[in-house]
């Protein structure tokens, strides 16, 4: 199929590009690091990039104290709210040029540090941020930028993407560069300790996600599908530990590492269908991305196993599954059991066929899925999605 086609011919361009990893800090108080962290790349003066619960929440306040005892004056820019539009991205960058910052410090989950990495690549290209979305059109190194994640989720912290919305036309755009991979990952579990159970939740699935699509691409090799198998069994075993205890240090560390190592996997690699449709959904409803994940992932799951998918059969047996079918319905009890929905709210019937077209459409000719989707297959996946308390048109 033309779609097979276009993906099997962009893959030898796309392994020449190298993408590089982070230096990665982890553990609890790795936070009281980033002084350090700034001097050793020469960061005298970052911009930190967050929003404003975290600040209102003080998360912030061990990074402040460590850069004023180190005396690096910093810029604070907290204006960043989730699915970062173009202008938010533009009124960063006009105080990173105003303030004469040299590096980034994003604080935040994955809205906050996708910001943040658009944020660099509009300053280091001198190009608005309209321009940048698509595959390489970075091109060249950014400033400094230091991911400290405060969700186990994104891995936004380790990839080549960024994610932007444009709101005029209600779609998520994606900038995709090796350039945009931070220089430094911060990953301190003691920072998740008091997130929210809905939030970790939905950003373990998106970890989950992230690791289960990483494995099932047609560009997956040994080293990611190690990454993809080592990420989904810390999440099997650690993501209902810290659903049932927020507070489990040891299971949220173990968790930032999942989303860590699925990042890493997923970033070369791309994504699926499961990516695809939880995109449009977030972008026409502003629904929370994990959560359009979680929601859609074990449909699309099936939609392969009916097709015998023999990837997603080898992944369960990696995973110590007899079947597919044994993996799918774990994950449907996990996903029960941290209480994340089995219908859309948001979803209308009226909806289905342009979000079904928009997500085949962003999939077709990029995303190398292991079996392809017509519109009308996405169509019976987003009907079963509806709530069925709600009466369809």
């Keep these: 199929m033309i779609h097979q086609l276009l993906v099997s011919i962009k893959e030898p361009f796309l392994k020449l590009v190298p993408v590089s990893e982070p230096e990665c800090i982890i553990g609890a108080g790795s936070v009281g690091k980033l002084a350090d962290t700034c001097q050793r790349y020469n960061v005298t003066k970052p911009l930190i990039v967050t929003d404003q619960i975290i600040h209102k929440l003080g998360l912030l306040d061990s990074s402040f104290t460590s850069l004023s005892q180190a005396k690096i004056p910093y810029s604070l820019y907290d204006d960043v709210e989730q699915d970062p ?128 699509e990483s494995y099932l691409s047609s560009y997956s090799n040994t080293y990611t599908q190690g990454l993809s198998i080592s990420a989904i069994k810390l999440i099997f075993k650690h993501m209902p530990n810290v659903f049932a205890n927020g507070h489990d240090i040891v299971s949220r560390e173990k968790m930032a590492l999942a989303s860590y190592q699925a990042g890493l996997a997923f970033t070369r690699t791309y994504i699926g269908y499961v990516h695809a449709i939880a995109h449009q959904l977030g972008a026409l409803y502003h629904v929370p991305h994990g959560r359009a994940n979680a929601i859609v992932l074990t449909h699309v ?65 990029d995303y190398p899925v292991p079996e392809v989707m017509t519109t009308k297959d996405c169509e019976r996946i987003l009907t079963k999605l509806l709530n069925t308390n709600t009466p369809t048109n």
């Design 301 to 365: 799951l099936r939609f392969y196993q009916e097709r015998s998918n023999p990837k997603l059969l080898s992944m369960s047996k990696k995973l110590g599954f007899d079947s597919s079918e044994s993996l799918i319905s774990t994950i449907d009890e996990l996903l029960e059991q941290i209480e994340i929905p089995k219908q859309l709210k948001e979803l209308e019937d009226k909806d289905i066929s342009k979000i079904a077209t928009a997500a085949i459409k962003e999939a077709f000719g």
């Design 85 to 212: 539009d173009y202008q938010t991205v533009r009124h960063g960058v006009e105080q990173y040029k105003s303030n004469q910052c040299d590096g980034i410090v994003a604080f935040g989950g994955g809205s906050v540090i996708d910001c943040a990495k658009a944020i660099g690549a509009s300053v280091k290209t001198n190009k608005d941020i309209s321009r940048l979305p698509g595959l390489l059109k970075v091109l060249r190194r950014l400033m400094p930028i230091i991911a400290i994640p405060t969700t186990a989720g994104t891995g936004s912290e380790c990839t080549v993407a960024a994610v932007v919305s444009d709101k005029e036309k209600q779609i998520k755009q994606s900038i995709t560069d090796p350039f945009l991979v931070p220089k430094v990952a911060i990953i301190d579990p003691a920072i998740t300790l008091g997130l929210p159970l809905q939030i970790t939740a939905e950003t373990g699935i998106d970890a989950l996600t992230h690791a289960i």
